[in-house]
């Protein structure tokens, strides 16, 4: 089974900064990473799909990175609805599809 | 456009058994994999079971032997039953649709909680 670890665990920033969330898979899997955001009482929405293909809908501000085993999601300039939580999944071996733990984007 | 709507949660004892039920429009549930996908309280998200397009179904090690996946096609809808229902069960139940076979999941349901709890 692929681990997948993210951090920081929290990240604090002031609307208008730049976000940088990391994602690492324990093994390689090519770009087939998925990234996304979960805010409060609300189910998880898609934001990126193989490291950097923007989901339906999603703002310009967001753009995913990386391949193998290291992956970066960026918020060039953050809203205020952006603050949330994120979670990538791996989707190169699967079952089971495996999700990270979560970072939690919160205002500072 | 896509809707998923889930149902059939609610408070349950410790050895008790649920169906989740998830009913879908705008996405056919028999052409597509389907997953269910927990959360509990304050916690991670956690992959709970797949049902691809031609019936084959996952599960997750952690629910395995208690809980099954299927689907009614004439319905468009997706189930979960649950069974031995344990404390750790307790969760946000979301089902989530996955289209083209991709291990993405594309489209969400609002989530049903199950509270297993004496």
């Known amino acids: 089974e692929i681990v997948v670890t993210q951090s920081p665990a929290t990240l604090s920033l002031s609307p208008g900064e730049r976000a940088t969330l990391s994602c690492r898979a324990s093994q390689s899997v090519s770009s087939y990473l998925v990234w996304y955001q979960q805010k409060p009482g609300q189910a998880p929405r898609l934001l990126i799909y193989d490291a950097s293909k923007r989901a339906t809908g999603i703002p310009a501000r967001f753009s995913g990175s990386g391949s193998g085993t290291d992956f970066t999601l960026t918020i060039s300039s953050l809203e205020p609805e952006d603050f949330a939580v994120y979670y990538c999944?791996?989707?190169?071996?699967?079952?089971?599809?495996?999700f990270g733990q979560g970072t939690r984007l919160e205002i500072k | 456009e896509v809707q998923l709507v889930e149902s059939g949660g609610g408070l349950i004892q410790p050895g008790g058994s649920l169906r989740l039920s998830c009913a879908a429009s705008g996405f056919t549930v028999s052409n597509n994999f389907m997953s269910w996908v927990r959360q509990a309280p304050g916690k991670g998200l956690e992959w709970v079971s797949v049902i691809y397009g031609g019936g084959e179904t996952y599960y997750a090690d952690s629910v395995r032997g208690r809980f099954t996946i299927s689907r009614d096609n004439s319905k468009n809808t997706l189930y979960l039953q649950m069974n031995s229902l344990r404390a750790e069960d307790t969760a946000v139940y979301y089902c989530?649709?996955?289209?083209?076979?991709?291990?993405?999941?594309?489209?969400w349901g609002q989530g049903t909680l199950v509270t297993v709890s004496s």
């Open positions: 989530a649709g996955m289209p083209w076979g991709l291990a993405r999941l594309d489209y």
């Open positions: 999944q791996q989707r190169q071996f699967w079952p089971p599809i495996t």
